[in-house]
Nanobody
């Protein structure tokens, strides 16, 4: 399984970016996929998830501004980020739960991309 993120960059506050996570060798219908971020000096934060049946959840910090979608034809996860704030500056990671023995394993036992930097300036 390989997860490859793209779409990060630098943007001014109030701007938008769309992150992509291309998943190869992964069957989405089995387990959840997630977006995390980690800002300098802070712990990793789960910001959005999509379940295997397509239900999405968002952290309060991004609710109403970020939208997670999945394109099954491309096997690609997206995170559309609008109304960006300086506090959104972080490395953003795509993660996919690992399916094994009939169960899904998240977090450090799952699969992770290499991360993409998002920098929001005032």
């Amino acid at each position: 399984v390989q997860l490859v993120e793209s779409g990060g960059g630098s943007v001014q506050a109030g701007g938008s970016l769309k992150l992509s996570c291309a998943a190869s060798g992964y069957i989405f219908s089995r387990c959840a996929m997630r977006w995390y971020r980690q800002a300098p000096g802070k712990e990793r934060e789960l910001i959005s998830s999509i379940s295997r049946v397509g239900a999405t959840t968002y952290a309060d910090s991004v609710k109403g501004r970020f939208t997670l979608t999945f394109d099954s034809a491309k096997n690609t996860l997206y995170l559309e980020m609008n109304s960006l704030k300086t506090e959104d500056t972080a490395v953003y990671y795509c993660a996919a739960d690992r399916f094994s023995g009939g169960r899904c394993y998240a977090g450090d036992r799952g699969y992770w991309g290499q991360g993409t930097q998002v920098t929001v300036s005032s």
